[in-house]
């Protein structure tokens, strides 16, 4: 359960990024957030893993407050949630299977972090995960080699070899094609029923968004505009995520007319 | 202003330039004739020529073939082990040069200051180098393996620096994103990225310092340059001959795989 | 080879699949590599705590380069630019000449293959041949002075050039040769036409690239007789006038990086 309390973040510069945000995410949902870029979408993710620091309010996670957690404790956290990037962020170098083993990084010994030897539980989890997202035979290919698909493919096996609750995407289709686009959210949608893991997705492909989503979340100017479900979004609540200001102009003017 | 005249605008423009260019080189070229002076060729050239031509196609066997410390093969592997131990020692001096010249690592006027070092460590000639660690460890070839670890330094720094600047550094967002510490995002997050660009490099460097290693007996440095040069002034053309057969092969042999091992950890 | 002397490890998961994983090469190579290094330290006589207990020397003798003895400068000038005049003949008859060579080393272009691998097999052992040896062997042929350097440094540029040359010309696209071929052009023509114009851009820049190595080569050939300022560096480093050696370093260092400048301004615009 993801829980924010009026919660407002404002950057060093006085910007607010978020303003009076007052949601709950249950646990095993799949929530898409919407809306223009620079509305907010990116910050409210970052949010919830402390990329970001949030400036007011409360953000409570599993019965966490996390705006409390220092250091140790905030990398401990992060280590129960994934996230996933629009440029895969995957070192491309070197294998597959390395890439995986780099979220398991945290909890190796002390010589094993020096060394780079992996056990073979370590190596077993992350094959693991790699057959999960249906790449298993790319295990040992250098990740240079592999389509943007793929790759995407690789990260995702990366943050769900860290076992997380939580899986946090950041625009993770947006330098994809149409056909594999639909596979990676495919992914998702799986991981997301079979494993039970929440998902929160930031996404500007609205169709894509009412397809596989259950829950739309509409952000503008960063404040929530719209919270419900996927089905019930329509034309009138998309224009008013997206064109918020035209639609207030309008009746502003529709007010002259008739008054 | 359409395409057609634009590009007549610019055709003319170009050619001028080439002209002023090629003006220039001709100028330089009839300059640079006034350097050869043909009054000191001596008559003995052509038979001189001869004679080494002579001594290079029937080489001393002897010589080419001895086990012992005198015999090419043993040079050789001096000078390999010369070339071996200055190149590792050199690429490990360069990396904190290379960093410390990098711009997206340090501010800007100590790149600029540390790049100056480089060219001047750069410039001078291995020879020089080599007349001075002779003062410190005496002649023989750990004069050369110093001398060539310094050599190296310049190169490798500056072939270093464009992997940095070339660092993924997206990578760290995720690795935040997974709990990972700082030592955590160097060692699995920079080094991964670096490792084999730097040990391609180092590989031919290797094959470089091979070259000069065989020239640093000149000034006793050791490997298989003093043998050479001593034949060469004693007019023993066959020896010369064994002696360059031998160090043909051999470069010719470490070039092959050399390139090889490049183009596999290039591509993977 | 390797993975039948080491078999591949297999990993079973839990779903039934096998994944099969290479044994990795880290462990053999480590062993090949610290071989190595103790070989290397028994065949150089590597002596640490001599380095430690006298590498202060070195830097006693920078001491004694700096500051540079000024005065020097005027007889330096003569032969710094007997350098820069051997550099560029050296390197302009290299690399013009460096061109048949190409040619006749093309795979793709001449036929016959007893000619371009004997053309190939020359630029090898050209290339192999450390400038310094070849100047030597220059000096017993023409005398002491310029002309052996020249031709030196002529021979590595031809060797240099000539290799990344025929690569080019290897790898240019050959449907314009074959066309220019087929209406009755020959092969000079062909060549001239077809090929010259995509690798001309490449060959300037190598050449350039070449000069800029020559003019440090041509700087130490005077320690061989070979002409150059490498002369008035032997001298100084003979007689330990280190103030001169300084100057003339110092001088060197500033001639290759003007050079160095110019130059890659020139191959930056050709790239």
């Known amino acids: ?259 | 202003m359409n395409l057609v005249e634009k590009q007549l605008y610019h055709a003319p423009r170009n050619n001028r330039y080439i002209l002023l260019i090629s003006a220039v080189l001709v100028v330089l070229f009839a300059w640079s004739i006034t350097a050869v002076n043909i009054e000191n060729l001596e008559q003995s050239g052509m038979s001189i020529a001869g004679s080494i031509l002579k001594g290079i196609i029937s080489p001393d066997l002897d010589l080419l073939l001895a086990t012992g410390t005198q015999g090419v093969a043993y040079l050789l592997v001096e000078t390999i082990a010369i070339a071996f131990l200055g190149t590792i020692i050199g690429s490990i001096l360069a990396i904190p040069l290379a960093f410390f010249s990098a711009s997206n690592v340090v501010p800007k006027p100590v790149a600029f200051i540390t790049r100056l070092l480089l060219i001047f460590i750069r410039t001078v000639p291995a020879l020089v180098y080599g007349l001075m660690f002779i003062r410190v460890t005496g002649p023989g070839p750990f004069a050369g393996v110093l001398t060539i670890a310094v050599i190296s330094i310049g190169m490798l720094a500056k072939l270093y620096v464009d992997a940095i600047e070339d660092l993924d550094t997206s990578i760290f967002e995720s690795m935040t994103s997974i709990g990972c510490t700082t030592f955590e995002k160097i060692r699995y997050g920079i080094i991964p990225q670096l490792f084999s660009v730097f040990l391609s490099i180092m590989i031919y460097r290797f094959d470089m310092n091979l070259r000069e290693a065989s020239i640093l007996g000149l000034v006793g440095a050791g490997g298989i340059g003093a043998p050479l040069i001593f034949a060469m002034n004693a007019y023993r053309w066959n020896e010369v001959g064994s002696i360059l057969i031998g160090l043909v092969v051999l470069i010719l042999i470490v070039e092959l795989t050399s390139n090889k091992i490049r183009t596999k950890l290039v591509r993977g | 080879m390797y993975d039948k002397i080491f078999p591949p490890k297999k990993i079973v998961l839990a779903s039934g699949s096998v994944v099969k994983e290479k044994r990795s090469r880290t462990p053999i190579i480590l062993v090949l590599v610290i071989v190595g290094l103790i070989l290397s330290f028994r065949f150089t006589n590597f002596d640490f705590q001599q380095l430690m207990s006298r590498w202060y020397e070195f830097f006693v003798i920078i001491g004694d380069m700096i500051p540079p003895k000024w005065e020097y400068f005027p007889s330096l000038w003569q032969p710094l630019l007997d350098t820069i005049k051997m550099s560029i003949l050296g390197s302009f008859l290299g690399a013009v000449v460096a061109v048949p060579v190409a040619f006749l080393a093309s795979t793709n272009i001449i036929k016959a293959k007893i000619i371009t691998m004997i053309t190939k097999v020359f630029l090898s052992i050209l290339r192999t041949m450390p400038t310094l040896v070849s100047a030597l062997i220059a000096t017993f042929i023409f005398g002491l002075g310029t002309l052996a350097g020249t031709v030196a440094i002529f021979l590595f540029t031809l060797a240099y050039v000539g290799k990344l040359l025929y690569e080019q010309i290897e790898n240019a696209s050959m449907e314009a040769f074959e066309a220019m071929e087929s209406i009755g052009m020959n092969k000079l023509q062909a060549f001239r036409y077809a090929i010259f114009p995509q690798i001309l851009p490449n060959y300037l820049s190598t050449s350039l690239f070449c000069f800029e190595g020559n003019v440090r080569y041509a700087a130490i050939l005077g320690y061989v007789g070979a002409g150059g300022i490498g002369l008035l560096l032997n001298e100084g480093l003979g007689w330990r006038d280190y103030a001169s050696v300084g100057m003339i370093l110092l001088m060197l260092a500033i001639t290759v990086f003007l050079i160095e400048t110019i130059s890659e301004h020139f191959r930056k615009k050709l790239t």
């Not at chain 1, 905030?74 to 962020?89: A, H």
Request: aromatic content about 6%; glycine content about 8%; hydrophobic content about 40%.
């Open chain 1, 1 to 259: 359960m993801i829980e924010f309390k009026n919660v407002e973040k404002k950057y060093p510069n006085n910007v607010k990024a978020l303003e009076d945000i007052n949601i709950q995410i249950p646990k095993g949902e799949f929530v898409a957030v919407i809306g223009l870029s620079g509305a907010g979408k990116s910050t409210l993710i970052r949010c919830i893993n402390r990329m970001h620091d949030i400036t007011r309010g409360k953000l409570i996670v599993d019965g966490i407050d996390i705006g409390k957690l220092r250091g140790y404790e905030i990398r401990k956290f992060r280590q129960r949630i994934g996230m996933i990037f629009q440029s895969f962020n995957l070192v491309t170098r070197i294998s597959v299977l390395k890439n995986v083993l780099v979220s398991l990084v945290p909890e190796l010994s002390a010589w094993r972090k020096v060394t780079g030897i992996f056990s073979r539980e370590h190596k077993i989890k992350a094959l693991t995960a790699l057959e999960q997202v249906g790449i298993l035979d790319k295990a040992f290919v250098r990740v240079d080699q592999l389509s943007g698909g793929q790759q995407q493919r690789v990260a995702l096996a990366r943050t769900l070899a860290q076992n997380p609750e939580i899986i946090l995407a950041d625009e993770p289709i947006a330098s994809l094609d149409p056909v594999t686009s639909k596979q990676v959210m495919n992914d998702f949608k799986r991981i997301n029923e079979e494993m039970g893991i929440t998902v929160i997705m930031n996404i500007h492909h609205v169709e894509i968004a009412l397809e596989y989503a259950h829950r739309i979340l509409g952000v503008r100017d960063g404040r929530i505009v719209y919270d419900g479900s996927a089905k019930d979004v329509t034309e009138e609540v998309l224009d008013h995520i997206y064109k918020g200001r035209e639609d207030v102009m309008k009746e502003v003017e529709g007010e002259k007319v008739y008054v």
